[in-house]
C-alpha cells in the first residue's frame, strides 16, 4: 500500500524535525495517528496522553513543537487544556483534531488559543500537512473555512455587533502603520511570504511585526489576529 504521508519534506534536515504530543482518550486513535505521522521523516511522536489533565507533565518533560489535541476527554477536555498550555511561557502549538465540527466547537478551539482544528476523518497527508503548518507558526484552516466560521460568530456575543466592531478597532489603533498593515493581511489569511510581496517586506520582518502584533495584542497566535481584525471588519 503507498505511504499516504509520502512528502518531499519528509527528507527535512533532521534539525528541522518537529516534536509532536499526541492527546487522545482514544488507545486506537493514538495508535493510527503515531503510524500515521511517522510515515512522514520530518515528524517525531515523543509522547501521548489519554486525558487533558496529563499533558502539563509531558509537555514540561518532552517539549513538543506541536500538540495534536482531541476536545471531548473525560476529566480535562481539550479546550480546557489549550487555554492552560497556551498560558505557559514558550507554550507548544496546538492542532485540534477531533470528530465534532460545529462553529461552536471550532471558534471555541481557536479563541482557546488553538492554531489549527482538523477533523479525524481528514486525508492522512492533509493531517501531516496541517501540522508542519502550525508548527511553523502558520494557522491550519484554509481562509474560506475561517473567514465563514468569523463571519457567523462575529458581533454574536453580549456586546453586540456594533460594539464588538468598537471594541476591535479600539484594540487595533494599539497598532502602528505597518504592525496594522500585516495584521489585515494576517485577517485575509496571507501567509508571511505572501505578506512579505504584498507589503515589500523581507519574511523575517513580517515574523518580527507578527511577533509584536501578538504581544501588544496579548494575543495567542495569528488566528486570533484574523478573528480581531475581522471583528473590526478591516478584513
Do not use: C, W
Not at 499526541?22 to 496522553?49: H, K, Q, S, T, Y
Not at 473525560?74 to 492552560?84: K, S, V
Not at 473567514?147 to 487595533?172: C, D, N, Y
Amino acid at each position: 500500500m503507498p505511504d499516504q504521508t509520502a512528502d518531499p519534506a519528509d527528507s527535512a534536515d533532521p534539525a528541522a524535525r518537529i516534536a509532536v504530543l499526541l492527546v487522545d482518550d482514544d488507545p486506537l486513535v493514538r495508535a493510527g495517528l503515531r503510524l500515521m505521522l511517522g510515515g512522514a521523516g520530518d515528524i517525531d511522536v515523543v509522547g501521548e496522553a489519554a486525558d487533558g489533565g496529563e499533558v502539563p507533565a509531558l509537555v514540561a518533560a518532552h517539549a513538543p513543537d506541536v500538540v495534536l489535541m482531541d476536545i471531548r476527554m473525560p476529566h480535562l477536555d481539550g479546550l480546557a487544556a489549550t487555554e492552560a498550555l497556551r498560558r505557559r511561557a514558550e507554550p507548544p502549538e496546538v492542532l485540534v483534531l477531533t470528530t465534532f465540527h460545529t462553529d461552536e466547537h471550532v471558534l471555541r478551539a481557536l479563541r482557546a488559543g488553538a492554531a489549527g482544528f482538523v477533523l479525524k476523518d481528514t486525508p492522512p497527508r492533509e493531517i501531516v500537512a496541517a501540522v508542519r503548518k502550525v508548527a511553523a507558526g502558520e494557522p491550519a484552516l484554509s481562509p474560506a473555512v475561517l473567514q465563514q466560521l468569523i463571519a457567523q460568530v462575529s458581533g454574536a456575543g453580549t456586546e453586540g455587533p456594533a460594539r464588538a466592531e468598537e471594541h476591535a478597532r479600539r484594540r487595533l489603533a494599539a497598532l502602528g502603520e505597518r504592525e496594522r498593515e500585516v495584521a489585515v493581511a494576517v485577517g485575509r489569511g496571507r501567509s508571511n511570504a505572501e505578506i512579505a510581496a504584498e507589503l515589500y517586506m523581507s519574511v523575517p520582518t513580517v515574523k518580527t511585526h507578527v511577533s509584536r502584533i501578538l504581544t501588544k495584542l496579548d494575543l495567542n497566535n495569528r488566528v486570533q489576529i484574523a478573528l480581531l481584525v475581522h471583528d473590526a471588519r478591516e478584513s
